[in-house]
Every structure is written in C-alpha cells, then in structure tokens.
C-alpha cells in the first residue's frame, strides 16, 4: 500500500467510448502525476499538476485530458481513443515539486485496452 | 536528465546478496541518485536515494562511488519477492519528472 489508489485497475474501451481513470492520493501531496507505460517501452511522463495547477504536459494528444479538482484527486478523461493507447496508466504523487531529493509515491496502475 | 546506464537483466540465488550496478558518468553536483523498483503487474515502488553517502533502508543499501559517477544497489538476501525490474533514475532540482529507462530485470531463483 502506497497511499495512491487508482480505479478501475482495468478497463475495456471501444475507440468511439468515454471513460475516465480516478487516482486518489492520502498522503497530503501538492504533486500528483500521470504516467503512460506501454508493452516494452519505458515509462513516459504525461501530466504534472501542483496545487491543482498543472505545470506540465508532454505533448499528450488532446484526447487524453486531464483534471485535478484538488490536491488528492487527479483524473484522466478519455475519448476517441486509439488501440495505440493501450496501456498501463499510472498515477504518482510527490510532496512537493522541483525537489530532486523527494521520491514519488504510485499506485498500482489502470491496464487500459482500447478495442 | 543525465542518463544511466544498467545492465539489462541479472540473475542471484535466493537468499544470497545482490549488487545492482548503475553507471551515471554524467551526473551533476545536485543530482540525486534514485532507485525504484516495479514488480510484475504493479506500479513502480520507491526503493532508496542519496546523494554523495551511501545510505542503507530496511529495504536495501545504496554504495555511492567517491566520484559519483557510478552506484551500487544492494539487496542483502535475495528473496523470490524481490524479483523485479530495478531502475537506477538521477533527479535534480526542479526535475518534475523521473526518467525511468529500461531498468535491470532481477531474477531470483530459488
């Protein structure tokens, strides 16, 4: 247990659907994240948000698109997806950003299959 | 972000001592030395950082060169639930992101 829960933990998309990934944070973090992995490739950086403010995004195409109501809950809203988009998505969270001594906390990852 | 360099896959016997190495010859001053590791089906877990001192958690301990610009992860006794890819990442100040790269994938055999 990290602290970092993400629901659903797995989900089943057609191309034309909606769907939004739900990550929760209780460790009292201002930095949340969101991480894209897919098969055989490295973890890549997608979104950063601090307070609420997202600080980052990593050439995300539009159809992912991100919201941060509050510091300890941070989603991912999808649409029109593309069977490229199939992946592991992970939500991580850090107390503060621009610290190079701070670790990031994960969750256990949403495995996303786009049909 | 200064690269690392790992080897992509080692092998240790259960119960036996494992030294993970890490190559960073690009690293600067400010630059913390981070380890995480990510078991099968799971998200990646924090394992230890430092920064010049080799430090030691109840999860493992990091050996830092005297030049920095290589460390050492140590598992004390290999367990089959260390089986994990391990990634050695360099962090600096005001790096939001960690570069994670392709990692050491650890066998454990029992």
């Known amino acids: 247990e990290t602290g970092v829960t993400q629901t659903p933990r797995h989900l089943v998309m057609g191309m034309t659907n909606k769907k939004s990934l739900k990550c929760e944070q209780h460790l009292g973090h201002n930095a949340m994240y969101w991480y894209k992995q897919s098969a055989k490739k490295p973890l890549e950086l997608m979104f950063v948000?601090?307070?609420?403010?997202?600080?980052e995004n990593n050439s995300v195409p539009s159809r992912f698109s991100p919201e941060c109501p509050n510091s300890s809950h941070l989603f991912l809203h999808l649409h029109t997806l593309q069977p490229e988009d199939s992946a592991l998505y992970l939500c991580?969270?850090?107390?503060?950003?621009?610290?190079?001594?701070?670790?990031?906390?994960f969750g256990p990852g949403t495995r996303l299959t786009v049909l | 972000d200064a690269k690392t360099t790992q080897p992509n896959s080692m092998e240790s016997n259960e119960e036996e001592p494992v030294h993970l190495p890490c190559n960073h010859s690009t690293i600067s001053g400010t630059d913390y030395i981070h380890w995480y590791r990510q078991l099968p089906s799971q998200g990646p877990e924090y394992v230890i950082h430092g920064l010049t001192s080799n430090v030691n958690n109840r999860m493992a301990s990091l050996a830092i060169a005297e030049d920095r610009k290589s460390s050492t992860l140590i598992l004390h006794r290999a367990t089959l639930r260390d089986a994990a890819v391990y990634y050695c990442i360099l962090r600096g100040p005001g790096a939001n992101n960690l570069f994670f790269g392709t990692g050491t994938r650890l066998t454990v055999i029992p």
């Open positions: 948000y601090n307070f609420k403010e997202q600080t």
């Open positions: 991580a969270s850090s107390q503060e950003l621009g610290s190079g001594r701070l670790e990031q906390f």
